[in-house]
């Protein structure tokens, strides 16, 4: 790195002119942030010295016509792989091209060294991509300024609602001189700020590709001469931070879809928690979520900060949550919900089984409860936020009844209960089909959903419908579904209820496992999404 001569008796005056970016103490908005540069070195960061240094108390990257760069280029911040987060900096760009690179990843043997890849607040001095997110060697651009985005399984960016007027935003973007970005990530959501104005807002459902953690680097650009500088950069990582005050600034709920099952438009759990997942998020009730696709999330810190936790998956011996019991008591253990939707509720006897019933209050006990398909009709709905603005309704499903509740209830709730037709008791003994205490109830009302105050203050709810896709389109259904799992997170519920907008057929179609076959009669199911409405 550059040294530099002694200070003359200029130079010494003008150091006391401090800039107030560094004399200022932090204000309240800064709470909880840390410098990780230090105004003064280069200490921590890593990037190649032909092109970085330190230049009036900022992090001065240059390119010149005699000394180019043949590619992009970075400086890293070596302090860490931050996961939840956000990022304050100011950069002041001269000409071309430049970028804030976070939850990044690197290949130096297949790239290069100080080479990034991974997601990017573009920097831009013509303002056509000032202030998108862009995915360095890692999908292009995941949202324009102005949108509002899901990232699917397609690796594609679906506009789905907009953070402002891109144009009217630039206007907020001084091209030429010191603007400050802000970047919040938690989870798999993430929200742009410049100068105070959000200019994009993401969330990266994309299973295979989203990324949960990952490195800082501030980007030179390939091509014509540029110089670009950053300050006042301060980092908040808010895992490390909550832990230590307790405080959230968001109700947090982590929903577990499990594996591909039983064919097109049933037990369709990738679909179902991303419908839900999106409908919690879009409530306006400051929830975020985090789907995990395709069995328990492999990343360590999936669960951390979490509220909630929602499992929509097969069961029994393969349940997502029989190996990880351990990992979840402690959670549980300190109030963090949990809610199990259709055979996510069936576990097996013994451990797994007892967890369940005081996490949840009750489970699917095989040799005890059963699985028929029939209609149900819920007449009645208790007073309960749970069922706040749920109507009564019928809804044809495989409502698994007759579940193993805690001792005399304690704590439980009914929410749906249901007279099952004397038919569905007639099956003969078996793990799922009958038995006799089941066919001695002929006539009795079952619960099929319930909800439970633990006594370690969390709360649970157990729902065992589900098995059709396309039964989210009902009204009720969907809202006591989506009540139960935001009151589980301790949500204060609306009286009218966690809002959702009804989905349409395509949107029901979306992101599901298998292809329909041939001649599906969609037909059918929209009638019947029309009756279940009326």
Known sequence: MKRFAKPGLVTLLGLLVVPLWLACPATADDEGFKPIFDGKTLEGWDGNPKFWRVEDGTITGETTAENPTNGNTFIIWR???????????????????????????????????????????????????????????????????????????????????????????????????????????????????????????????????????????????????????????????????????????????????????????????NAGCLLLGKWLRESGLGIETAVYQNGWPSDPKALDGADAIVIFADGGGGHPINPHLDEVAPLMEKGVGLACLHYGVEVPKGKPGDCLKQWTGGYFETNWSVNPHWKAEFKELPKHPVASSVKPFFMDDEWYYHMRFKDNMEGVTPILTA??????????????????TVRARKGMPEHVGWVVERPDGGRGFGFTGGHWHWSWASDSFRTVVLNGIAWTAKVDIPGSGVPSKRPTMEELKANQDYDPPANYDFARWQRLIEEWNQ
């Open 419 to 436: 007279v099952p037709p004397d038919s569905t008791r007639e099956r003969g003994d078996g793990p799922h089909s009958g038995n006799p």
């Open 79 to 269: 302090g860490g792989k931050p996961a939840d987060f956000e990022l304050k900096l100011e950069c002041r760009l001269h000409n071309h091209n430049s970028g804030i690179q976070f939850r990044s990843f690197e290949d130096p043997e297949k790239f290069g060294k100080w080479v990034i890849g991974g997601y990017q607040t573009d920097v831009e001095g013509s303002g056509r991509f000032s202030g998108i997110l862009y995915g360095e060697r890692y999908r292009g651009i995941l949202a324009e300024r102005g949108d509002k985005t899901v990232i699917g399984s397609d690796h594609k960016p679906k506009i789905v609602g907009k953070v402002g007027d891109p144009d009217e935003l630039l206007k907020k973007i001084d091209l030429t001189g010191w603007n400050e970005y802000e970047i919040t990530a938690k989870g798999n959501h993430i929200v742009q700020k410049i100068n105070g104005q959000v200019t994009v807002d993401v969330t990266d459902e994309d299973a295979e590709m989203a990324r949960s953690d990952g490195l800082i680097a501030l980007q030179l650009h390939a091509g014509p001469p540029m110089k670009v500088q950053f300050r006042n950069i301060r980092l908040k990582e808010l895992g490390k931070d909550e832990a230590a005050t307790g405080v959230s600034d968001g109700t947090k709920i982590v929903l577990i879809a499990g594996r591909p099952s039983h064919g097109y438009a049933s037990h369709e759990h």
